[in-house]
């Protein structure tokens, strides 16, 4: 009913950039926070940025000020840029939405499938 398709991971060594992208798709009929997490080996998975729908973001200590979120609402997308990317940043990265569509009418939480980032020491 409804996707989140995540893209724009991979390798890079530290010091360097990545910007994910997570685009929705589907019955949609509004959209509520976005947000990435991060989830490491042997790690719990965790919040890493959150945006409203009227962009009001908020990000822990580990990546403020070296992670930035976005979104285009438009286009039901939501972005992630990484500077200054750290060897810790090491995880699969997931896309979450919530989503309320035309036939349900109340929020519901989707995620993506995630999308590996590796940083090299």
């Known amino acids: 009913q409804v996707q989140l398709v995540e893209s724009g991971g991979g390798l890079v060594q530290a010091g360097g950039s990545l910007r994910l992208s997570c685009a929705a798709s589907?019955?949609?009929?509004?959209?509520?926070?976005m947000g990435w997490y991060r989830q490491a080996p042997g790690k719990q998975r965790e919040l890493v940025a959150a945006?409203?729908?009227?962009?009001?973001?908020s990000y822990p200590d580990s990546v403020k000020d070296r992670f930035t979120i976005s979104r285009d609402n438009a286009k039901n997308t939501v972005y992630l840029q990484m500077n200054s990317l750290k060897p810790e940043d090491t995880a699969v990265y997931y896309c979450?939405?919530?989503?309320?569509?035309?036939?349900?009418?109340?929020?519901?939480?989707?995620w993506g499938q995630g999308t590996q980032v590796t940083v090299s020491s």
């Open positions: 979450n939405a919530a989503v309320t569509t035309f036939r349900q009418r109340y929020e519901v939480d989707y």
């Open positions: 945006i409203t729908r009227g962009g009001s973001t």
């Open positions: 589907g019955n949609i009929l509004s959209i509520n926070v």
